[in-house]
């Protein structure tokens, strides 16, 4: 037996990690064995990479937010391009998280190492420049939304749009009457969840608004408030947070497509989070505060008219998006108040959703049944061979065997413009 092929895979942040590990249980699957290291977290971990950095030292958000771990990011970085100059990679696969990947596409260059990038970086939105860099040193781009393929042919990168990892894999793990037992919800109660971000900067900001939005809600009717607690910040320290709401809320770990799915509507916090609140067919309104600072210094590097990739896929307004200083308690409550009580409004947003959802499948990709898991993200046979995670497995084969099929369709490199309405 040949010597197993060393396969570089960097992700920071929660959903990056979870596609990694899928993606590396995908090509262990189709190579037979295959050498993992590089950047990431528990999941990749327990799928086997041997992680020379803990993807949650990494973890920050916003602008001014970002200096202090300035200092610890640099010093990856240089762990990182040292190993990869001292034993180059077979191939490299670099996850989202562009202002750390990118930085380690151009040292992958230099070494040889064909790079595959999942996850495009959204310059279609902000810092276009980046552009150059994607054209000079990655050899296939793999989008996960349907207009970007055309961007970045149009940019002179070699792209392809593969559809969106998480249709098929967002289900809940619990029919509703099952949710409440297990977690001790009130039996008729109508549960409303509250989605305040995935890093404590960003819960300590968005989280205080949402608890008065859910106390103006309170005023009118009894619901019960959930929070579902991501792994990377921990269930007891949300709890510290609420401790003196004076609501009805749980602090739930490890479920939050069950939050989701069992839940009237939602207040999500804008990011992967509204994907997943769609495609549960949740009602939802989208809402999002940084800092005063970040905030002055990144509003006008924004191109898009929305914020919520709900809306920017749909190309029109679909949720309501609170943002920044429009980010108001009595605002989020009023519309939340319509969602919960008009059937109406509630049956047009969720058909809203379903479209959105075969917009973010790539041809012959369906859905999975209910039987998937939400954890390891599981398909049945049928949708698993153009899913979109066995798409990017073979593209990833394909440059291990020396099949790369990388040239630039040039027939399909023309002039993008945008098409948004509000």
Same mark, same amino acid.
């Given at each position: 037996?040949?010597?197993?092929?060393?396969?570089?895979?960097?992700?920071?942040?929660?959903?990056?990690?979870?596609?990694?590990?899928?993606?590396?249980?995908?090509?262990?699957?189709?190579?037979?064995?295959?050498?993992?290291?590089?950047?990431?977290?528990?999941?990749?971990?327990?799928?086997?990479?041997?992680?020379?950095?803990?993807?949650?030292?990494?973890?920050?958000?916003?602008?001014?937010?970002?200096?202090?771990?300035?200092?610890?990011?640099?010093?990856?970085?240089?762990?990182?391009?040292?190993?990869?100059?001292?034993?180059?990679?077979?191939?490299?696969?670099?996850?989202?998280?562009?202002?750390?990947?990118?930085?380690?596409?151009?040292?992958?260059?230099?070494?040889?190492?064909?790079?595959?990038?999942?996850?495009?970086?959204?310059?279609?939105?902000?810092?276009?420049?980046?552009?150059?860099?994607?054209?000079?040193?990655?050899?296939?781009?793999?989008?996960?939304?349907?207009?970007?393929?055309?961007?970045?042919?149009?940019?002179?990168?070699?792209?392809?749009?593969?559809?969106?990892?998480?249709?098929? +894999?967002? @289900? %809940?793990? *619990?029919?509703? &009457? #099952? !949710? /409440?037992?297990?977690?001790?919800?009130?039996?008729?109660?109508? =549960?409303?969840?509250?989605?305040?971000?995935?890093?404590?900067?960003?819960?300590?900001?968005?989280?205080?608004?949402?608890?008065?939005?859910?106390?103006?809600?309170?005023?009118?009717?009894?619901?019960?408030?959930?929070?579902?607690?991501?792994?990377?910040?921990?269930?007891?320290?949300?709890?510290?947070?609420?401790?003196?709401?004076?609501?009805?809320?749980?602090?739930?770990?490890?479920?939050?497509?069950?939050?989701?799915?069992?839940?009237?509507?939602?207040?999500?916090?804008?990011?992967?989070?509204?994907?997943?609140?769609?495609?549960?067919?949740?009602?939802?309104?989208?809402?999002?505060?940084?800092?005063?600072?970040?905030?002055?210094?990144?509003?006008?590097?924004?191109?898009?008219?929305?914020?919520?990739?709900?809306?920017?896929?749909?190309?029109? +307004?679909? @949720? %309501?998006? *609170?943002?920044? &200083? #429009? !980010? /108001?308690?009595?605002?989020?409550?009023?519309?939340?108040?319509? =969602?919960?009580?008009?059937?109406?409004?509630?049956?047009?947003?969720?058909?809203?959703?379903?479209?959105?959802?075969?917009?973010?499948?790539?041809?012959?990709?369906?859905?999975?049944?209910?039987?998937?898991?939400?954890?390891?993200?599981?398909?049945?046979?049928?949708?698993?061979?153009?899913?979109?995670?066995?798409?990017?497995?073979?593209?990833?084969?394909?440059?291990?065997?020396?099949?790369?099929?990388?040239?630039?369709?040039?027939?399909?490199?023309?002039?993008?413009?945008?098409?948004?309405?509000?």
């Amino acid at each position: 037996m040949g010597t197993p092929q060393r396969i570089f895979v960097s992700a920071g942040e929660a959903s990056g990690d979870r596609y990694g590990a899928l993606l590396m249980e995908a090509l262990r699957e189709r190579l037979g064995g295959a050498a993992f290291f590089g950047c990431g977290g528990d999941r990749m971990r327990a799928a086997g990479c041997q992680t020379l950095v803990d993807a949650r030292q990494l973890a920050m958000v916003g602008i001014v937010e970002v200096l202090p771990g300035l200092p610890r990011v640099w010093r990856a970085l240089q762990l990182l391009k040292g190993r990869l100059r001292a034993e180059p990679p077979d191939l490299a696969i670099l996850i989202d998280f562009p202002d750390f990947n990118l930085r380690l596409a151009g040292e992958l260059r230099k070494v040889g190492t064909p790079v595959l990038y999942f996850v495009a970086p959204q310059v279609w939105a902000w810092r276009p420049g980046r552009l150059k860099t994607l054209r000079h040193n990655v050899d296939r781009l793999l989008c996960i939304f349907p207009f970007e393929e055309e961007f970045f042919l149009a940019g002179g990168v070699s792209a392809e749009f593969i559809g969106h990892p998480l249709v098929g +894999r967002v @289900v %809940p793990s *619990f029919l509703e &009457d #099952e !949710f /409440r037992v297990h977690f001790g919800l009130p039996g008729t109660t109508r =549960l409303i969840a509250l989605l305040p971000g995935s890093r404590r900067r960003e819960i300590l900001l968005n989280l205080p608004p949402l608890l008065e939005t859910a106390r103006i809600l309170a005023t009118d009717n009894e619901y019960c408030f959930l929070v579902p607690a991501a792994s990377t910040v921990g269930a007891n320290w949300i709890r510290e947070q609420v401790r003196n709401s004076g609501l009805s809320l749980h602090v739930i770990e490890g479920h939050t497509y069950d939050v989701l799915a069992h839940s009237r509507a939602a207040a999500v916090a804008s990011g992967t989070a509204t994907i997943e609140t769609a495609l549960l067919g949740t009602p939802m309104v989208v809402v999002y505060r940084v800092s005063r600072a970040t905030w002055w210094l990144g509003r006008d590097l924004v191109s898009t008219p929305f914020y919520s990739m709900v809306n920017i896929v749909a190309g029109h +307004r679909i @949720v %309501p998006e *609170f943002i920044q &200083d #429009e !980010f /108001r308690p009595q605002a989020v409550a009023r519309d939340l108040r319509l =969602l919960l009580e008009s059937e109406l409004l509630r049956d047009r947003m969720r058909q809203q959703f379903r479209d959105l959802a075969r917009k973010l499948r790539a041809a012959s990709v369906e859905p999975a049944s209910r039987s998937g898991k939400e954890a390891g993200g599981e398909l049945d046979a049928e949708s698993k061979s153009e899913d979109p995670i066995q798409r990017a497995a073979a593209i990833a084969e394909s440059f291990l065997v020396g099949k790369t099929g990388s040239n630039i369709r040039q027939s399909n490199i023309r002039q993008w413009t945008p098409r948004f309405s509000r």
